[in-house]
């Protein structure tokens, strides 16, 4: 058969271009359907990208060849490092976006990108055969391609509410996607519908400024992507603010609860527990005076502040109350009412490791149609099914990160092992190993992967090889040199309050010690070799949590084993013996393709891998 293109993405969100650019850049013809091109990479919520794990999903984009990084720092408006009182494992960047610039800079990376075009139009159904899926249809033409990826977001059969008023429209004022939910049911797939939300726009001017607290950025040289790339200067970046809520606020909402599209019954979809409405957070914590709210300026083209915290399915006229309760906001003008949005997702159960769609071979998804939120996790989901749908085509292994690997394996790994009937978002907590996942170690991890499959250039991988033996000399270095008695060290260490210092260790012991970091102490040791600001602070992290790092690689070591015994294709869990009835039911629906996957599974417990590990030994 003669397809017209390799790869057809249907959705230009953030999972929608991240596929694109990742099929594109791996040599695939590739098409991108979506319905305003204007509008990809569109940030319908929060005008942000990164912030608390999101941000080293970000790194790991970028670091395995993805662009959301790149475009991130060329539109940033602010660039804060979160955490920086904890350790290195929780740190991460979190980056106000201009929201008019990012959807441009990406459509402009699009435009510019070999082999990728795009086409405007709505994907209603899919050209499939009893065994395989191999096109689009957009209003009866037909196009065909080796593989079709869904990132439709939450446009697929998307309804906005606003209190007990439901309307048929998508996020952002745009079109929903109609028609194609349907099709797939009928394909004998699993539809779930979720919930999500958004707050109020405000004209900047109606806002009274001496009655909230600013919040700047983070003054150091700060950026996603680990190439050269735009570093806004700390005098340049905007200003947020600080306001919170206040009995005033929580009595309306009390009042008016009813009046909710999530507390009349309106909302028939699941929301995010994580990032929950106002009204939800009014009634679950009740012993909380206050709630803070950001005031985040949306873009230099606009007047326009998104009021970060205040979600709310509530009416118009009592949003008007909610708003003027505010402090620095009693006469605030609404450019944009708030509104809950309910969409159509496809069920955990329905697809693998690599992304793909179990019943039909050659039909990935990605983003928030998998069941997650957030335009980090959409985007890395994206890249991965872009990446996987490649390697299928040209007959290579596909690409499934470990846990140990990435937060995108930790998310792709909850997803199916242990599913999800709420908007999935990442979170620290969610991965064991956050001393070997951290934002500044994402290039170390992954860039490797990323060339190996064709998403990093030569000459950035020799750059990535040089900055690799770089950090390993430099680490040698320290390790080797013994600190002597030189007086100027000496007053050093008097000065942190080390008074007994005798002189002899390694200058990887002293770094190791409290209150010593490399910026002060790299002048005593002049054999290191001139580092970057981002440099400077891997070699300090390598040498500081040199044991820790080492205890936690150790453990996930020793999981990796189960990871590495591989689970027969063909496995009839429904007939083996010793396995408990729920376990042969959950196996049977994720299909794990290793033990160490199985045990993961929900309703599996460890008596239930002893089984599998005997039958799989018996089978050799």
């Known amino acids: 058969m003669n397809f017209d293109y390799d790869v057809i ?42 912030g608390s794990a999101k941000g080293i999903v970000v790194r790991e984009i970028d670091a395995l060849g993805g662009m959301m990084g790149k475009g991130a720092d060329l539109a940033c408006l602010q660039m804060k490092m979160l955490n920086t009182g904890k350790g290195p494992g929780v740190q991460c960047l979190r980056a106000q976006e201009d929201k008019i610039d990012y959807p441009r800079v990406m459509l402009n990376f699009a435009e510019n990108t070999e082999g990728l075009t795009i086409l405007e139009g709505m994907v209603d159904d899919l050209l499939h055969d009893d065994s395989k899926v191999y096109g689009v249809k957009i209003k009866e033409k037909e196009i065909t391609s080796k593989a079709v990826i869904l990132t439709t977001g939450t446009y697929m059969e998307s309804t906005i509410l606003r ?18 939910s349907p099709n797939l049911q009928k394909m004998g797939l699993k539809i779930i519908r979720l919930k999500t939300g958004t707050p109020q726009r405000i004209k900047a001017d109606s806002i009274d400024y001496s009655k909230v607290e600013p919040q700047y950025g983070t003054d150091r040289e700060l950026k996603f992507s680990f190439e050269d790339s735009n570093i806004v200067p700390f005098d340049k970046q905007i200003k947020c603010w600080l306001t919170y809520t206040t009995s005033e606020t929580h009595r309306i909402i009390h009042e008016h609860l009813q009046e909710s599209a999530m507390y009349g019954g309106v909302v028939t979809g699941v929301g995010p527990r994580y990032c929950p409405s106002i009204e939800d957070k009014v009634v679950r914590f009740k012993d909380k005076p206050r709630h803070q709210l950001f005031l985040e300026p949306e873009s230099l083209h606009t007047d326009s502040i998104y009021v970060q915290g205040f979600s709310t399915s509530m009416p118009e006229y009592v949003q008007d109350m909610m708003v003027h309760s505010l ?15 309910e969409y159509d997702a496809i069920d955990t159960c329905e697809y693998d490791y690599t992304l ?22 959409a985007a890395g989901l994206g890249l991965i099914a872009g990446i ?36 999935y978002r990442l979170l620290s907590s969610r991965a064991e190993y956050r001393l070997l996942m951290r934002s500044d170690n994402a290039d170390l991890r992954l860039t490797e992967i990323g060339h190996n499959i064709g998403l990093i250039s030569e000459e950035r991988y020799n750059r990535f090889i040089e900055k690799v033996h770089k950090l390993e000399k430099n680490k040698n270095i320290m390790d080797s040199i013994h600190m002597g008695m030189k007086p100027d060290f000496v007053e050093y260490m008097h000065s942190l309050g080390y008074t007994s210092y005798q002189g002899g260790p390694t200058a990887s012991e002293i ?26 602070e891997q070699l300090e992290i390598m040498v500081k949590y040199e044991g ?4 936690e690689q150790a453990q996930a070591d020793r999981l990796r084993k189960l990871e590495e015994v591989k689970i027969p294709e063909d496995i009839d869990y429904t007939n083996m013996d010793g396995l408990r009835l729920e376990a042969r039911q959950k196996l049977s629906l994720v299909r794990p393709l290793t033990i160490g996957q199985a045990s993961r599974v929900s309703g599996v417990n460890p008596a239930d891998i002893s089984m599998l590990l005997i039958h799989i030994k018996k089978g050799n």
Request: hydrophobic share 35%; with cysteine.
């Open 9 to 50: 993405v249907v959705g230009g969100g953030h999972a929608g271009m991240e596929a694109a650019f990742a099929s594109a850049h791996m040599g695939m013809k590739t098409l991108l359907c979506t319905l305003n091109k204007e509008k990809v990479s569109n940030m319908p919520c929060n005008p942000s990208i990164g």
């Open 327 to 341: 402090p620095g906001l009693e006469n605030a003008v609404i450019l944009k009412y708030a509104y809950a949005i």
């Open 511 to 536: 770094l190791k010690r409290p209150y010593v970091t490399l910026k002060d102490f790299k002048q005593y040791v002049p054999e290191l070799d001139d580092l970057t600001l981002e440099e400077e």
């Open 163 to 180: 209190g007990h008023k439901v309307v048929k429209d998508g996020p952002d004022g745009e079109k929903p996607s109609l028609g194609l």
């Open 388 to 423: 996987n749908a490649c390697l299928k085509i040209q007959g290579k292994e596909p690409l499934i990160l470990k846990r140990d690997e990435a937060y995108i394996g930790v998310m792709i790994d909850d997803l199916v092992s242990k599913g999800t009937k709420e908007p």
């Open 548 to 551: 820790y790092i080492q205890k």
């Open 356 to 377: 793909q769609i179990k019943k039909w071979p050659g039909l990935y998804i990605g983003g928030q149609i998998c069941g997650t939120s957030g335009y980090e996790e």
